[in-house]
C-alpha cells in the first residue's frame, strides 16, 4: 500500500496571524492593566476629583479651584493655567506627529485613524464622567438612608438606584454609546485602511483628542475661577491683577530656562571670549529673572495658606539636611567597603541593618538617646564636653537662633527637633545608598584602573576621574528616589515630632494628615495640597532629568 501523502499544512493570513498575535498579548497584560487602572490611575483621577469638592466624611458642594486659591494663593490660576495651555500643546504635538508621515498613502492611513481614535478618546473621556457622577451618588447612600428603616437589602437597592438616577443614567448611555462605536471603527477602520504603523496612528489620535478635552476644559475651569475671583475683589472694592501676575510670572520662568539654556550653550563654547560673552548675558538674564520672580511671587502667595506655606519650607529643609550628607556618607562607606578588608560581609550587613528594621522602633530609640533630661545620652556627651542641656525634640528654636540669638526668623535655621529627625534619617538611609553604591562600583571594569595605575595616577586621582563619572548613574538614581522620598517623608516625622516643637518639625506630608485626620477632616482641601505636592515632586524630577541629561555618563 502506497504510504499516503502527506497534506500540506494549513496556512493562515498574515493578517490573521498578527491579530491573534495583538489579541493573546492584550490578553495576557490585561489583568496587570486592570490592577494599575483600579490601584494607581483611578485613585489618582478621584483623588483630583475629590479636590474640587467641599468634601468632609461625605460629598459636598462643588468648589472649583477653591481649595487650590486656598493653599497656594494666585499662584493657583497662574499653574493651571499653564496646565491648560500645556495639555493642548501636547494635543497639538500628538496631531502634528499623527500626520508628519512623508509618503501620502501612510498619510492618508494616519488621517483614517483620527475618527476612531476620537471615539476611543471619547469612550475614555465620558466613563471618567460617568465615573465622577456616580461615585458621590454611590458615597452619599449612607445619608439617603439615613432615617429609614433598616430592613435587608436597604444598600443594594440604593445600589442600584445610583446607575438609574437620571445623570448617571444619561452619562452612562453616552459612555456605552461612544464604547460601542469605538469597537465597531476601530476594526472596520484598521481592515479597510491599516498598515503596520496604523495602531501607533490610533494610539496618537485618542491621546490628542483626550488631551485636547482636558486642556479645554482646565482652561474653561482657570477662566470661570478667575472670573468670579475678579468679580468679588471688584464687589469688595479692590483690585486683583490675576493676568499681570500670570504674564509676569510666565516671563520669569521663561527667563530662567534661557539662562540655563545660555549657561549651558556657554560650557560649550571653544572660544573663551564668545564663552565669556555667553555667561554675561545668561547672567543678565538670570537677573532679570529673579527680579521679576521676585517681585510677584510673593503677591501671588499672599492669600495662600501659611501652613502650606510654611510645611513646604520645612520639607525643602528637610531634604536639603538629609540628602546630600546619606549620599556621601552612602558613597564613603560603600567605597571603604568595596575594598579588600576582613570581615567587609559583616560590615555590609551591619550598616544595611537600620534601613531593615522597623521605623517605630528605631524612631523610639533614637528619641530616647536625644531625650531632653539630662541622663539621656546626647545630653551626656555635651555635658562632659562643657556644652550646656539641650531639650532636642522639644526645642522649636532654629539652631542659628540658639547660636545668634535674636537673629530673624528667616535666618534662624531647622529647628533642633528637625536637626535631631535629619540625623535620623541620614542614619537610616545610609546603609542603603552604601549597598547601591557597592552595586555601581561592582560594574566598573577592572581593566580601567589597572590602566590608571600604569599611567601613574594615584588613588585620589583614580576616584575623581574614573570612579565618581563612571557612578554618575547609581548617583543620579540615588539622589532621585532620595528627594522624593524625602518630600514623601512622614512615619519617622509622626513618631518623633511633640508638642513642645510647635509646627517646627512639620513637613508638607504631615500637615496634609493633619488635615485629613483632624476632627473635623478637609478631604477636598487636603487631595489639593496633596496634587501641589505632586506637582512639586514631578518638577524636581524633570528639572532633574534635564541637569542630569547632560552629566550623567552611561558609559
Known amino acids: ?37 483600579i490601584f494607581g490611575i483611578f485613585p489618582v483621577g478621584f483623588a483630583f476629583f475629590v479636590s474640587l469638592h467641599r468634601w468632609r466624611r461625605f460629598p459636598g458642594d462643588y468648589m472649583g479651584l477653591g481649595n487650590y486659591v486656598r493653599a497656594l494663593g494666585d499662584l493657583t490660576y497662574v499653574l493651571f493655567f499653564w496646565l491648560a495651555v500645556g495639555a493642548l500643546i501636547y494635543a497639538a504635538v500628538l496631531f502634528w506627529r499623527l500626520l508628519r508621515e512623508d509618503n501620502p498613502a501612510e498619510r492618508r492611513r494616519a488621517f483614517s485613524a483620527i475618527l476612531p481614535g476620537a471615539a476611543a478618546g471619547g469612550a475614555v473621556l465620558t466613563f471618567v464622567g460617568w465615573s465622577a457622577i456616580l461615585l458621590p451618588l454611590i458615597l452619599n447612600i449612607p445619608q439617603r438612608i439615613r432615617g429609614q428603616e433598616r430592613v435587608p437589602g436597604l444598600f443594594v437597592n440604593e445600589l442600584f438606584a445610583s446607575f438609574q438616577m437620571p445623570q448617571a443614567a444619561d ?111 545668561a547672567a543678565v538674564v538670570l537677573l532679570i529673572a529673579g527680579y521679576l520672580l521676585a517681585a510677584q511671587l510673593p503677591t501671588a502667595l499672599a492669600a495662600a495658606d501659611r501652613n502650606v506655606i510654611s510645611g513646604f519650607g520645612i520639607t525643602v529643609m528637610f531634604v536639603l539636611g538629609t540628602v546630600p550628607f546619606q549620599l556621601a556618607l552612602g558613597l564613603a562607606f560603600g567605597y571603604l567597603l568595596y575594598q579588600n578588608i576582613k570581615a567587609k560581609s559583616l560590615f555590609r550587613v551591619a550598616y544595611f541593618i537600620p534601613y531593615v528594621m522597623p521605623f517605630v522602633a528605631t524612631s ?10 539630662p541622663l539621656s545620652i546626647m545630653n551626656q556627651v555635651f555635658t562632659s564636653l562643657g556644652l550646656p542641656l539641650q531639650k532636642w525634640l522639644l526645642e522649636p528654636k532654629g539652631v542659628v537662633e ?13 529647628s533642633l527637633a528637625l536637626i535631631v529627625i535629619m540625623i535620623y534619617t541620614t542614619w537610616t538611609y545610609i546603609g542603603y545608598d552604601a549597598a547601591v553604591f557597592l552595586a555601581g562600583l561592582g560594574n566598573i571594569p577592572a581593566d580601567v584602573y589597572e590602566a590608571a595605575r600604569i599611567d601613574g595616577a594615584n588613588s585620589w586621582q583614580m576616584f575623581r576621574r574614573i570612579t565618581l563619572p563612571l557612578l554618575s548613574p547609581t548617583t543620579f538614581f540615588l539622589t532621585l528616589i532620595a528627594v522624593i522620598g524625602t518630600f514623601q517623608a512622614f512615619t519617622q516625622l509622626w513618631i518623633m515630632r511633640t508638642p513642645a516643637a510647635q509646627s517646627s518639625v512639620d513637613t508638607i506630608g ?10 473635623d477632616p478637609n478631604m477636598g482641601y487636603g487631595s489639593a495640597m496633596a496634587f501641589v505636592l505632586f506637582g512639586v515632586i514631578l518638577i524636581l524630577t524633570f528639572v532633574q532629568n534635564r541637569i542630569a541629561s547632560r552629566s550623567v555618563f552611561y558609559g
Open 510 to 519: 504631615v500637615t496634609i494628615f493633619e488635615t485629613i485626620n483632624s476632627t
Open 1 to 37: 500500500m502506497a504510504a499516503r501523502a502527506a497534506r500540506p499544512p494549513k496556512t493562515t493570513s498574515r493578517r490573521a496571524r498578527l491579530l491573534r498575535e495583538n489579541l493573546t498579548a492584550y490578553a495576557l497584560i490585561s489583568p496587570a492593566m486592570i490592577l494599575l487602572f
Open 364 to 373: 523610639i530609640v533614637f528619641t530616647l538617646i536625644f531625650g531632653h533630661r
Open 171 to 281: 452619562a452612562g448611555n453616552l459612555f456605552l454609546a461612544l464604547l460601542i462605536a469605538a469597537l465597531i471603527l476601530i476594526p472596520f477602520w484598521r481592515r479597510l485602511l491599516g498598515g503596520e504603523k496604523w495602531d501607533v496612528h490610533l494610539l496618537y489620535a485618542a491621546g490628542a483628542a483626550v488631551a485636547a478635552v482636558v486642556g479645554v476644559l482646565l482652561m474653561q475651569l482657570t477662566l470661570e475661577t478667575i472670573s468670579a475671583a475678579v468679580e468679588a475683589a471688584r464687589i469688595a472694592g479692590e483690585a486683583l491683577p490675576v493676568w499681570s501676575q500670570i504674564i509676569l510670572i510666565s516671563a520669569g520662568v521663561g527667563l530662567l530656562a534661557a539662562a540655563y539654556g545660555l549657561w549651558t550653550r556657554a560650557g560649550r563654547q571653544d572660544s573663551s571670549d564668545r564663552r565669556t560673552l555667553i555667561t554675561a548675558l
Open 402 to 414: 540658639l547660636l545668634i540669638p535674636g537673629v530673624p526668623d528667616v535666618l534662624s535655621g531647622p
